[in-house]
Structures are given as C-alpha cells and as structure tokens.
C-alpha cells in the first residue's frame, strides 16, 4: 500500500493525535472493507483475518495544527462555528516518505477461506471505495498484489518479520541500529467502532527482520517468517 502521506491515529490520545508508524490491525481490516464496499457489516464479513504490515520505504513524522470546531451539545450554532468557545487546535502528527517519496507498507492477509483472500486481491486492483491510510484525505493506492500459499504455525524461533504480541515475544538480541516500538494497538472492534479487543504490539519500524523466540502465530512465506495478528 502506497499514499502520499499517511495517519493512524493512536486510540488513547487526546488533546493531540499522535500516529503508529504502521497502520493497526483495525486500520487493514478497515481499508480491505471499502476494496470490497462494505458497510458496517465489514467487521463480521472480514472477522479472523490474520493481517500484518510493514513500511518498506524511510519515513519521517510531520506535525500540522488542524482547526476543529469546538463541540459540546451539538447544536446547529456549534456546527456553524459560532459557539461562543470558537474553535479547538489540534496538532496532528502525519507519516511522510523521505525525500519525496511516497509512504509505503507491505500488508499481508491470510485467511483459511482461499474465496475471499482471492476476492479481496481482486478488489484492491480495483476497489470499491478509495482507499486510505488513515484518514479519508491520505489517498492510497495498492501494488504489487500477490496470492501466495502459507502455513500458520503457533510458534516461531528464528528471524521474523511483522507483528509480535510483546507477551509472546522474547527476542534473542538486538540487531545494530534495530529500532523496536511497542505500543498499545486496537486488534478489534466492536459496534460503534469502538475498540472492543487491545493488544500490547512490538515491531521494528523500519519493517526490518529480528531475531525473536515467539509463542504466538506466524506465517510461513516459504522461508520467511510473519508475525500476524487475528482481527
């Protein structure tokens, strides 16, 4: 997935909306609906999908103050900006490609019913609905779509890619110049699209490889190891 900038909003921020460096669980689960031009019924069509993503490009973080109206009731007046508060500044944190370049994930999907895994590569060649990377203004678009054959395994020692569950991770040392995030994702949500499941995930953010001893699942590209998260 490509775009010329990108926002995921991570969930328990406030007064600021600060970004993940790659798009959560919910997010991939989300841009695969509107390929297909699902509705709200998405989140029971595309439950336990077994997803995961990486940058493969440098990115850099941006800050931008957005101007929100300011609401408290609701009301007509509020809506038309003339609440006596005015309006709330909010800075937005955005990721962007180095030197010009667009931002760029690698996303895998897997599911144990090949139809709609075959289904959902023919919708992101052609999707229902523009796709996004975060909000409805980071346009993207998808390359380079594969079908591939994988093995699920429940546990993994060895030289991984992708996602891991930071209780079901222990790494087996540090690479020079590794970069690890850990942070609180949303795995699921629920009506409303409220977060209805939270995980604890660690990654390396530039999508490089780490040497883990991991007891959770992971997928098996040929010799290529993914950690995955079930949505």
Do not use: C
Request: no cysteine.
């Amino acid at each position: 997935m490509k775009g010329k900038r990108a926002h995921f909003r991570r969930f328990y921020t406030n007064s600021s909306s600060l970004t993940y460096p790659v798009p959560p669980p919910t997010t991939v689960q989300g841009l695969l609906a509107a390929a297909l031009g699902l509705g709200e019924e998405y989140l029971g069509e595309l439950r336990g999908l077994w997803v995961s993503a990486r940058p493969t490009a440098p990115l850099r973080h941006a800050f931008q103050t957005v101007n929100y109206l300011f609401l408290k009731e609701g009301k007509l007046e509020e809506l038309r900006g003339l609440y006596r508060e005015g309006r709330t500044q909010i800075p937005v944190q955005y990721l962007l490609g180095e030197e010009g370049r667009p931002v760029a994930f690698e996303v895998y999907v897997a599911s144990e019913r090949k139809g709609i895994v075959e289904g959902l590569g023919e919708a992101l060649a052609n999707p229902a609905y523009p796709l996004a990377l975060g909000p409805a203004y980071a346009l993207a678009w998808a390359e380079g779509i594969s079908i591939l054959e994988a093995d699920l395994r429940s546990h993994w020692t060895g030289i991984g890619l992708g996602w891991w569950e930071a209780g079901k991770l222990r790494l087996q040392g540090t690479p020079l110049g590794a970069r690890l995030y850990r942070d609180r994702f949303p795995l699921s949500l629920g009506p409303g699209r409220q977060p209805m499941r939270i995980g604890e995930l660690a990654l390396e953010v530039r999508g490089e490889p780490l040497p883990v001893q991991y007891e959770g699942e992971v997928l098996m590209l040929g010799e290529v190891a993914v950690g995955v998260v079930q949505v």
